[in-house]
Structures are given as C-alpha cells and as structure tokens.
C-alpha cells in the first residue's frame, strides 16, 4: 500500500507491506462477515523506516446478481500499529466500497471503487500530531479465479487514489 499523510508539518508518503489471515461466514442471504488479523512486515513514511507492527480489521459485505453481472458492497473498519522514527504510529480507517463484475467459467474480472477515511496518530519531531490521507478513493480492478475443490485466488490492484495491491487465498469449508 502507498498512500499519502497530510499532518500539520506537511506531507508524507506512507507505505505499508502486511500479512493477514483472514476468516469469514458467508450466509445464505448474500451477506458476508469476516475478521481478520496481521503483521506488517515493512514499511516507511518518509525516510522514517516503520519497525514490524500489526493490523486488525472488521468487515461486512453483500453480493447481488444483477442479469449476468455481480455487484458487491462492502464496510470495514480496520487500524495498523506500528512504530516509525521510534515513535508510536496508529493509523484507523473507515472504509466502503464496491466492486462490479462477470463471472466466465471459474474466472470473475471486476471494477472496484472504494471511498475511506479515518485518523492518523504518529510524532512528528517531538509533536504528536494528527492526520488523515490526501486522497480518500481507491479505483482498480482484479480477478478471482475459483476453483472445483473450493480454492479462491483473488489479485486486486488499485492503481488510482491509495494505491495497493493484494494477493490472496481463501478456502471455502
């Protein structure tokens, strides 16, 4: 993820590598739930290299068919912790979204727009200090491809706005 922080003492660019695990129900009805917990790995903002921290997030979905396509809505709310120039970094976030898309086969191509915000807390020489992101959307697109014995790849990429990109697994029991 790479992003950009507006605080009182300026702009700084963010970036954020993590690992997550996830679990989740999905109802009969269409809506989904899902928790999920991880590590970041690495990162920086500025040239203020961020120490390994962690990640949590809550999330709700729910699809419709509409003809041959799928819509998707999403709300999450997540938080990463972490340290940066060894002061504590706490970044929270509202996040909704959706993505649109066809399923061909095993393979689904889909849009997505998300719109999110949310604090960030961190010290800023010597200041604690306040923020929050210079652009509040994500734009992309991704791929899921299911497979017959119920594995899930999905590869999702935002390219405008925040920019991100996931890969990821999930295994429907």
């Given at each position: 993820?790479?992003?950009?922080?507006?605080?009182?003492e300026g702009t700084f660019?963010?970036?954020?590598?993590?690992?997550?695990v996830f679990a989740?129900?999905?109802?009969?009805?269409?809506?989904?739930?899902r928790g999920s917990l991880g590590v970041?790995?690495?990162?920086?903002?500025?040239?203020?290299?961020?120490?390994?921290?962690?990640?949590?997030?809550?999330?709700i979905s729910r699809q419709w068919v509409v003809g041959r396509f799928f819509i998707t809505g999403s709300a999450s709310a997540s938080v990463a912790i972490a340290s940066a120039n060894d002061e504590r970094f706490t970044?929270?976030?509202f996040r909704i979204g959706a993505i649109a898309g066809r399923t061909f086969g095993i393979v689904s191509p889909y849009?997505?727009?998300r719109g999110f915000g949310?604090?960030?807390?961190?010290?800023?020489?010597?200041t604690s200090t306040v923020g929050s992101d210079t652009r509040h959307f994500q734009l992309g697109a991704g791929l899921s491809v299911t497979t017959p014995f119920g594995l899930t790849i999905v590869v999702d990429v935002s390219a405008l706005g925040e920019?991100?990109?996931s890969l990821g697994a999930s295994w429907r029991l």
């Open positions: 993820m790479r992003t950009h922080i507006e605080f009182d660019e963010l970036t954020e590598q993590a690992v997550t989740g129900y999905s109802a009969p009805s269409g809506w989904s739930y970041i790995v690495d990162g920086s903002i500025d040239d203020h290299d961020m120490t390994p921290g962690g990640v949590g997030a809550a999330g970044a929270g976030d849009v997505l727009a949310g604090p960030v807390w961190w010290t800023v020489d010597g920019q991100a990109a």
